[in-house]
Structure formats: structure tokens, C-alpha cells
């Protein structure tokens, strides 16, 4: 089974902060990597799909790179509207999500 | 627009069967595009693929939860439907259905529309 981590679990930020949330993977998955958005009470939002596409209608202050088993989502100016937990997920083989990093404010 | 949206008893006894079906409106099930798969989140955790399913049957399951798990697709309602034996309190969460790209090259998908999640809780 694929294990994935996220760091950090929690981060503080201000608005127009430029944020980076790292996702590793347990072994190479190339490129299969996705990025979810998620606020209370609300199914997750996709954001990233196969590392750094965007998602059609989300804004371009958001991005992810990486491949292999390194990789990063990056919010270039935070907005108020960004406060929330962010999901990593491989998909390489089968499905596993990351433990999520919350994003709350400073 | 499409949209999915789960339904399915709300409470569950220890050692029943949970079973949701999620029902797909402004699109169709039966497209070659997509994958059709079920997650779930425990109350303040994180997210847990169970499985997914084609609409041929094809099936990829969750190997921690295959033994309890089965995923079945009905093309003439436009739904699919999960079942989950033997189930304990640790199976208490928000579940959730989602669509998925059919990927010729890995056997997972991203999950682009995603139902409202229905809440399952296993209580006796």
C-alpha cells in the first residue's frame, strides 16, 4: 500500500501570505497525485489533478508541482475564502489521501 | 450540471450490512469517461477511498476494506451502490460518492463532482 504524509498538520497564515503545503509519498507515483479543498460540513473540492493541472474554475493563485514522491501545493496569495483543510491524494495505485493540513488564520 | 447525491438509512446496528446508493442526475453513468467511486470521513478525520466501479462492474476496492465491501452499478437507474458487512462503530462517518476519469494507465482516478456526504452512524 501507498502511504502518504502532509506537512504541516496545521499552519497559521494572513491574508496575501504565501503558503506551501508538502505531500510525500511512501514510493514513486509520477505524476498521480491530486489536491482537494475542503471546509466544514462540505464534500472536498478539487483543485490539482495529475500534480500541477489546475482545475477548471479554480483561481490561478493556487499550483502544485513535484512527481515521484515529492510534492507541493502552493497558494500564491492567500485569500480569506482559502482558510481550510487541504487533502493530498495518490492515485497511482488505487486511492490513498494524505492526513490533511489545516490552513486557519494567524 | 451534474450532480450525485447519496441516500441511505442514516443509522446502522454493530454487525449489519450499511448500504447507500448514490444516485447521478445531468450526466450519464454509463459514459466510458468516468469512474464512479465511494469515500469516506470519520467525524474530524480525514478521507478514506473505499472503492470504485465502471459502469461495465469493473470494480477496485480498498484492500483494508475489501473483505466487507461491495460495489455494484445500476445503468438503467443511473445509480450505484455501496454495501458494507459487519460493521463496528469505527465505520461511523460521512460518506460520500464521486466520479472519477477513467484512467487507461492506474487503476485510481482524481474525483472531480462529489455528492453532499450522508452520515452513517453504527449504533446499536
Known amino acids: 500500500d501507498i502511504q502518504m504524509t502532509q506537512s504541516p498538520s496545521t499552519l497559521s497564515a494572513s491574508v496575501g501570505d504565501r503558503v506551501t503545503i508538502t505531500c510525500r509519498a511512501s514510493q514513486s507515483i509520477s505524476s498521480w497525485l491530486a489536491w482537494y479543498q475542503q471546509k466544514p460540513g462540505k464534500a472536498p473540492k478539487l483543485l490539482i489533478y495529475k500534480a500541477s493541472s489546475l482545475e477548471s474554475g479554480v483561481p490561478s493563485r493556487f499550483s502544485g508541482s513535484g512527481s515521484g514522491t515529492e510534492f507541493t501545493l502552493t497558494i500564491s496569495s492567500l485569500q480569506p475564502d482559502d482558510f481550510a483543510t487541504y487533502y493530498c491524494q495518490q492515485y497511482n495505485s488505487y486511492s490513498t489521501f494524505g492526513p490533511g493540513t489545516k490552513v486557519d488564520i494567524k | 450540471q451534474l450532480q450525485l447525491q447519496e441516500s441511505g438509512p442514516g443509522l446502522v446496528k454493530p454487525s449489519e450490512t450499511l448500504s447507500l446508493t448514490c444516485t447521478v442526475s445531468?450526466?450519464?453513468?454509463?459514459?466510458?469517461?468516468?469512474?464512479w467511486g465511494w469515500i469516506r470521513q470519520p467525524p474530524g478525520k480525514g478521507l478514506e477511498w473505499i472503492g470504485s466501479i465502471y459502469y461495465s462492474g469493473s470494480t477496485y476496492y480498498n484492500p483494508s476494506l475489501k473483505s466487507r465491501v461491495t460495489i455494484s452499478v445500476d445503468t438503467s437507474k443511473n445509480q450505484f451502490s455501496l454495501k458494507l458487512s459487519s460493521v463496528t462503530a469505527a465505520d461511523t462517518a460521512v460518506y460520500y460518492c464521486?466520479?472519477?476519469?477513467?484512467?487507461?494507465?492506474?487503476?485510481?482516478?482524481?474525483?472531480?463532482?462529489w455528492g453532499q456526504g450522508t452520515l452513517v452512524t453504527v449504533s446499536s
Open positions: 464521486a466520479r472519477g476519469f477513467y484512467i487507461i494507465a492506474v487503476a485510481g482516478t482524481e474525483f472531480d463532482y
Open positions: 445531468g450526466g450519464s453513468i454509463s459514459s466510458s469517461s468516468y469512474y
